[in-house]
């Protein structure tokens, strides 16, 4: 009897087994099915965006180089003649005058001798009157009267060449400038050519000096614009107002000299700064805004708006190729067209085919704007 049993309850079991798997099964999959109704029944996710139309412009190339702020006029200041220093007017930083006395050497000796000298010319101008007179009376001959005129001018001479003496020994400015750091004292015995100061000319325009390949200097004309960058500050447009005649050897490099205009408030005379030099012709490529940019592992995309086939706008990724920043936009160099339209402010959330809803106006018309490249 037990044997029995156990014979039924070995066939009953997997059967009760096999039953409570069916059942799991048909539940899940009523579950299955009940989600996917509920799926088809939700409205398709929709993302809002806005959008900028690719626009035509002219783009050049460039390239960059580091330049050097130069004043239209610099001078090392220097005195001619040795002496001791008598009167020093060097302030730091300060602006001088043209012709403002700053530093006057002791003259004394030359001041002793011009009065001597000046004595020395009234003298002889007061024989040569005598002698003229005397020569109209015929007392005295002509040969005396040329050897007064000749004593005369020899006095005058010595004067002259005193007070270019002392003018010498009485250094000023040559220009408006602003004075460097001196270190000159009254009572200093100054040898010949001994360094006073620097002095920078106060103009409203300053010189960038910068080198550039051989090939790209080949290119540039003067006349031609360049951009001056100085730290973080907006780009100062310079013209280009001589190219230097020769190519250093060692470098194959060419010095350019670029004039700013308005410097007065720019960069100091000696500063470094970046100089953004075109290269080549220009020619048509699109610009977008830099939001519409996406970068990723296979290169850089842009989102392009179109309308499917029941008239919604739909997002596609497409691959271009990106060129210059200027501002808040980007040059597409291949890959886009002009006059399409591209996902901006939000592309950062789109997929492949997603649904979009558009805010605001898109970019209007295509505008010609002046592109530079950062490369």
Same mark, same amino acid.
């Given at each position: 009897?037990?044997?029995?049993?156990?014979?039924?309850?070995?066939?009953?079991?997997?059967? #009760?087994? +096999?039953?409570?798997? =069916?059942?799991?099964?048909?539940?899940? @999959?009523?579950?299955?099915?009940?989600?996917?109704?509920?799926?088809?029944?939700?409205?398709?996710?929709?993302?809002?965006?806005? !959008?900028?139309?690719?626009?035509?412009?002219?783009?050049?190339?460039?390239?960059?180089?580091?330049?050097?702020?130069?004043?239209?006029?610099?001078?090392?200041?220097?005195?001619?003649?040795?002496?001791?220093?008598?009167?020093?007017? +060097?302030?730091?930083?300060?602006?001088?005058?043209?012709?403002?006395?700053?530093?006057?050497?002791?003259?004394?000796?030359?001041?002793?001798? =011009?009065?001597?000298?000046?004595?020395?010319?009234?003298?002889?101008?007061? !024989?040569?009157? /005598?002698?003229?007179?005397?020569?109209?009376?015929?007392?005295?001959?002509?040969? $005396?009267?040329?050897?007064?005129?000749?004593?005369?001018?020899?006095?005058?001479?010595?004067?002259?060449?005193?007070?270019?003496?002392?003018?010498?020994?009485?250094?000023?400015?040559?220009?408006?400038?602003?004075? %460097?750091?001196?270190?000159?004292?009254?009572?200093? @015995? =100054?040898? $010949?050519?001994?360094?006073?100061?620097?002095?920078?000319?106060?103009?409203?325009?300053?010189?960038?000096?910068?080198?550039?390949?051989?090939?790209?200097?080949? $290119?540039?004309?003067?006349?031609?614009?360049?951009?001056?960058?100085?730290?973080?500050?907006?780009?100062?447009?310079?013209?280009?107002?001589? +190219?230097?005649?020769?190519?250093?050897?060692?470098?194959?490099?060419?010095?350019? /000299?670029?004039? !700013?205009?308005?410097?007065?408030?720019?960069?100091?005379?000696?500063?470094?700064?970046?100089? /953004?030099?075109?290269?080549?012709?220009?020619?048509?490529?699109?610009?977008?805004?830099?939001?519409?940019?996406?970068? %990723?592992?296979?290169?850089?995309?842009?989102?392009?708006?179109?309308?499917?086939?029941?008239?919604?706008? /739909?997002?596609?990724?497409?691959?271009?190729?990106?060129?210059?920043?200027?501002?808040?936009?980007?040059?597409? +160099?291949?890959? #886009?067209?002009?006059?399409?339209?591209?996902?901006?402010?939000?592309?950062?959330? #789109?997929?492949?085919?997603?649904?979009?809803?558009?805010?605001?106006?898109?970019?209007?018309?295509?505008?010609?704007?002046?592109?530079?490249? =950062?490369?």
């Amino acid at each position: 009897m037990k044997r029995r049993w156990h014979r039924v309850g070995s066939v009953l079991l997997p059967l #009760l087994v +096999l039953g409570i798997g =069916l059942g799991l099964a048909a539940w899940k @999959y009523d579950a299955i099915q009940d989600g996917q109704i509920a799926s088809a029944n939700q409205p398709e996710p929709m993302e809002t965006v806005t !959008v900028a139309v690719a626009k035509e412009i002219e783009h050049r190339q460039t390239t960059t180089s580091i330049g050097t702020v130069l004043a239209l006029r610099s001078i090392t200041l220097r005195n001619e003649l040795a002496g001791t220093v008598r009167d020093v007017r +060097l302030t730091p930083g300060q602006i001088v005058e043209a012709g403002t006395v700053l530093v006057a050497l002791d003259v004394s000796v030359e001041e002793a001798e =011009l009065k001597a000298q000046e004595a020395q010319a009234a003298l002889a101008k007061t !024989v040569l009157d /005598r002698r003229q007179n005397l020569n109209h009376e015929m007392a005295t001959t002509q040969e $005396e009267v040329d050897r007064a005129r000749a004593d005369l001018d020899v006095a005058r001479a010595q004067i002259a060449r005193t007070k270019a003496i002392i003018a010498r020994k009485t250094i000023r400015a040559p220009f408006r400038s602003r004075v %460097g750091i001196a270190d000159v004292h009254p009572g200093q @015995y =100054l040898n $010949e050519g001994t360094l006073l100061t620097t002095l920078q000319g106060i103009d409203n325009a300053a010189h960038v000096d910068f080198s550039v390949a051989q090939q790209v200097a080949a $290119e540039l004309r003067e006349g031609e614009l360049v951009e001056v960058f100085a730290g973080a500050s907006a780009p100062i447009t310079a013209k280009i107002v001589a +190219l230097d005649s020769r190519i250093d050897p060692a470098t194959r490099n060419a010095v350019v /000299r670029a004039r !700013v205009d308005g410097a007065g408030n720019g960069p100091s005379p000696g500063s470094s700064v970046r100089v /953004r030099v075109p290269v080549g012709a220009s020619h048509k490529a699109v610009a977008v805004p830099v939001s519409a940019l996406r970068k %990723g592992p296979q290169g850089d995309q842009v989102f392009v708006i179109t309308q499917d086939k029941d008239g919604r706008s /739909r997002a596609h990724v497409q691959q271009v190729e990106s060129g210059a920043m200027f501002g808040d936009e980007v040059v597409i +160099l291949t890959g #886009l067209a002009t006059g399409e339209q591209v996902a901006a402010s939000g592309s950062f959330k #789109l997929r492949e085919a997603a649904l979009v809803s558009i805010a605001g106006p898109g970019a209007g018309e295509p505008e010609r704007r002046q592109a530079v490249s =950062l490369h």
